[in-house]
DNA sequence: GATCTAGTCTGAATCGATCCAGAGAGGGGA
DNA sequence: TCCCCTCTCTGGATCGATTCAGACTAGATC
């Protein structure tokens, strides 16, 4: 049975308050006899105030949750994320406050009693995907603060993130000012449960991942501009967010048809896939990325550019130190877009 | 003010235990009761119990700590501490348990102190550093189960780990094999706050390091067996584990003086950063590394593979589900060579 | 000498649940 | 009819601390 601070009360012969005191306040009680409480604590082998006593008594707990929509062995999978990740430690490890990595169940049931039963201050929601109303909605009723980098905030929320839709037209202008008319579009999980490779999505609207809807939105809109619409376009589906995924959906039977010059891909990641499925298949086409993660540049994947770190960085701020003004709930940030040599002009037909 | 289980079971007009039983035990109660306390919940906004008193009450959290010994931002600077934790987050999720990441002060009180303060299971301790004697102690007075990952562990602790000697002893010897005599060990942390660049280690033992001690070890075990001992050596401190200060020490004047043909890092990102500023500066040396991350292939590096993933995989379940068998609680890795072009033969002098 | 103040320390209430022994009710068997 | 068993539900103790108003002491002030 290990000592509580109650026991070490009872050796040194002082209420529990002065116990208490003596970890947490030491300017209560005289020098002389914190130190004589903490040699008693030392040599009883107390270890201190129990975490989990001490934040059920005072109401918080010093640790934020950070809720990955995809399954928590995933997130790293994404150099993205990882940056991401670092800037959320970043922020927490100024503010003294830990991580709580917390993995969520595929179904809507089990992800809500997750984020209920999670000892935090607070959450960071990460690339929220469909799942995302469900999970907003149990922080919400748990009344707990939380930041998210959905790609369509609610304007009472706290949020920070990208304009995702311009930042993938950014790419797509840049492929067709290069000649490129006829491409796919490759993301994760653009249908729930479709087999990697090409997929038939009617109306965007279909699409079930906010970040993934307007992202292939931003490239529609680029292609729009230029004739070519959207029924037009080939949509590859990846089964997750991964480099093989994304292999694996170019590689499959009927994922790129001839007339085709160019994918974009949603992720870095998933364009990295392709070049390699493309390279290993001899087939020359443009492919660019998004995110510009360090594995980008030296295999020359032009891409987007956001700023990982820092959009970790400032959405675990938001949630630390909440600025007053309420204005300053939501942060967009900048992307820009980066040539490098993965997508030439297209051939002359 | 939330609403707590008190204040549901005062207004279904049912004791607190009964309100308690229809989330945690259904079948404590008839369906048709239980469904009436769940709807006025529902209707009260009463989120469920919380997990903080829970978890006083029941003794557990359903959380594991995991510890860097350098700053948690950091963490994510070498990809291996990401598979690293990829592994510990497999069998986390498996369990259904969540991941705590603790920062931890530079100071050992400090880092006690965060110790003390985690509300979790048990911890997984990686890559010890010297705190790791502080870090380890703080968890034992507080009977916490947990597993090191550290070059030296106690025989009564649960470990899982590689020989890290032997592994550093390979690669060493390949470059022997290849003719190498004047080399550099490029490492981490050598001396506590050592500048970038080349550093005296009159012996060993003073590397406070275990892990860069073992490996350092390994290496100089290879040079030895051909008649280089350790004052030929040089030895190259980095400032951190991570890309930019291994091309920082390798970049310092007087890093590699003329005769060195090659230069042995204790890491992969640490052989990364070294690539790049000879490249830069123009030399081509022989360059090894150490763990095989995934952008040790693309450029070609000579390294020692250990598997990440499983190590913290292993880790964690050692924690989670720990073997009945005592025998059990540690377990020894395998590593492999893995050779590539970053390391040629010496060229004759 | 009475009053005030500052410095120490105490006791009881409280945070929000879970657990366990046991009370009542209803049904079945002898 | 009586006893036992099962199914539901209750009350009170408990997990391990923190908090806050107040008690007590001793020295300072007038």
Redesign the pocket.
């Known amino acids: 049975m290990?000592p509580?601070?109650?026991a070490v009360a009872e050796a040194v012969?002082?209420?529990?308050?002065?116990v208490?005191?003596a970890?947490?306040?030491p300017?209560?009680?005289?020098t002389?006899?914190?130190r004589r409480i903490l040699d008693a604590a030392r040599e009883m082998g107390y270890p201190?105030?129990?975490p989990t006593?001490?934040s059920?008594?005072?109401?918080y707990v010093g640790a934020i949750g950070v809720l990955f929509t995809s399954r928590l062995s995933y997130a790293f999978t994404d150099p993205f994320a990882t940056q991401f990740l670092t800037g959320v430690a970043q922020a927490a490890e100024r503010h003294g406050s830990s991580l709580l990595l917390v993995p969520l169940p595929a179904d809507a049931a089990g992800a809500r009693k997750a984020v209920e039963n999670a000892a935090v201050d607070g959450f960071c929601v990460y690339c929220g995907g469909d799942e995302e109303g469900e999970i907003v909605d149990a922080i919400r009723s748990r009344g707990l603060p939380f930041v998210t980098t959905s790609a369509r905030p609610r304007a009472e929320d706290r949020w920070v993130g990208i304009d995702e839709r311009a930042a993938a037209r950014s790419v797509a202008e840049h492929l067709t000012g290069l000649g490129h008319r006829r491409v796919a579009l490759l993301a994760d999980r653009v249908l729930p449960d479709a087999a990697p490779g090409p997929v038939r999505v009617g109306d965007l609207a279909d699409v079930p991942h906010p970040t993934t809807r307007e992202r292939l939105a931003g490239f529609a809109d680029a292609f729009a501009a230029v004739g070519v619409d959207w029924s037009q376009l080939t949509i590859l589906s990846a089964t997750d967010n991964s480099r093989p995924a994304g292999a694996a959906a170019v590689g499959a039977p009927d994922s790129l048809p001839e007339p085709i010059t160019a994918v974009l891909a949603c992720a870095d990641v998933l364009a990295l896939g392709a070049l390699d499925t493309l390279r290993e298949a001899d087939r020359h086409l443009a492919v660019t990325g998004f995110d510009d993660i360090a594995e980008a540049a030296p295999v020359g994947l032009t891409t987007v550019r956001q700023p990982g770190v820092q959009k970790g960085r400032r959405a675990a701020e938001l949630l630390l130190d909440p600025p007053v003004d309420t204005d300053a709930h939501q942060i967009l940030l900048p992307t820009t877009l980066v040539v490098r040599t993965s997508a030439g002009p297209a051939p002359r037909s």
């Open positions: 290990k509580t601070l109650r012969g002082v209420s529990r308050s002065t208490s005191n970890y947490s306040r300017d209560q009680l005289s002389e006899l914190r201190g105030p129990d006593a001490r059920l008594r005072r109401g």
